[in-house]
Nanobody, 126 residues
Framework: QVQLVESGGGSVQAGGSLRLSCAAS????????LGWFRQATGKEREFVAT????????TYYADSVKGRFTISRDNANTVYLQMNSLKPEDTAVYYC???????????????????WGQGTQVTVSS
């Protein structure tokens, strides 16, 4: 079966850094978009960043993380999220997700993604 497994979450002080990893398995993901979403307690799940392996120049970021977070693909089945200058408002459960049929107009929408990881907790203290 298709599986996405996140790792790298933890607790860090404001201004610190974390690097999240997501390993996808079960099929070929070369045509998929792999992205990151997050959900804070009591809030809706929100888009963070996404990218397509078939065109490495196609990347999207939420305005709230531009200049601080960087998404990258090591290969078709692995995606990372480098998080710098972390703020308390970044505290959330972070999810890796895969979109089988990515379109430019749907890459920021969680409903367009077909597979999800279990999530990893990121806590930023002030």
């Amino acid at each position: 079966q298709v599986q996405l497994v996140e790792s790298g979450g933890g607790s860090v002080q404001a201004g610190g850094s974390l690097r999240l990893s997501c390993a996808a398995s079960g099929r070929t993901f070369s045509g998929y978009a792999l992205g990151w979403f997050r959900q804070a307690t009591g809030k809706e799940r929100e888009f963070v960043a996404t990218t397509k392996w078939s065109d490495g120049t196609v990347t999207y970021y939420a305005d709230s993380v531009k200049g601080r977070f960087t998404i990258s693909r090591d290969n078709a089945n692995t995606v990372y999220l480098q998080m710098n200058s972390l703020k308390p408002e970044d505290t959330a459960v972070y999810y890796c997700a895969a979109d089988r049929y990515p379109t430019n107009w749907g890459l920021r929408n969680a409903h367009e993604y077909d597979y999800w990881g279990q999530g990893t907790q990121v806590t930023v203290s002030s």
